[in-house]
């Protein structure tokens, strides 16, 4: 680890490879969990159509589009976490699904829609809005993290 030379001083050398460390283990949970949610909904896309369904925002095409897409992209991005490649890429895109993810979430917070918010196990015990609401917000802090805690040395095409 190139970070950890002595030479500059012991401690400096310590908090270099801590935050490293702690970006490399908050990368591959999140990638982990981003590759779940998209495999649980790949496994099952009409539930997660009626899922979408629930939130009243996309028209009835839109809801399947929307199921047999987005599971893809999440399971994608969390492939890519995982193997630390395009991570910056992939972190963008992850931070872009949660922001519209926190916004439907609101959106049915204020409605006062009482819905499953279809993030995870199709069919499972339900999640609220608010809990799913405040899970996002976790997500979005330690996909933040990782983005600015993440080096990369990777050829950038766009």
């Known amino acids: 680890m190139e970070g950890c030379r002595l030479s500059g001083g012991g401690r400096e050398a310590v908090r ?3 935050k490293e460390l702690m970006t490399t283990v908050l990368r591959l949970l999140l990638g982990g969990v981003f590759l779940y949610a998209g495999i ?5 896309p009409t539930v997660f159509a009626g899922s979408l ?3 009243k925002i996309l028209p009835y095409f839109g809801n399947y589009l929307v199921a047999s897409i987005l599971p893809w992209v999440e399971a994608l991005c969390g492939l890519l976490l995982i193997a630390g ?3 910056k890429a992939a972190v963008s895109l992850i931070i ?3 922001i519209v993810f926190m916004a439907a979430l609101a959106s049915t917070i204020i409605r006062g829609l009482d819905i499953d918010c279809g993030c995870f196990r199709q069919g499972g015990e339900k999640t609220s809005a608010w809990t799913a609401l405040l899970r ?6 330690t ?3 990782v983005m600015t805690g993440t080096k990369t040395k990777e050829k950038k095409f766009f």
């Not at 649980?40 to 099952?44: D, G, L, M, V, W």
């Not at 996002?136 to 802090?141: N, R, Y």
């Open 136 to 141: 996002d917000v976790a997500f979005l802090i």
């Open 53 to 55: 369904a629930a939130y």
């Open 96 to 98: 872009a699904l949660n």
């Open 16 to 18: 270099y490879g801590t």
């Open 85 to 87: 490649y395009r991570v």
């Open 40 to 44: 649980t909904k790949i496994a099952a």
């Open 143 to 145: 996909a933040v993290v």
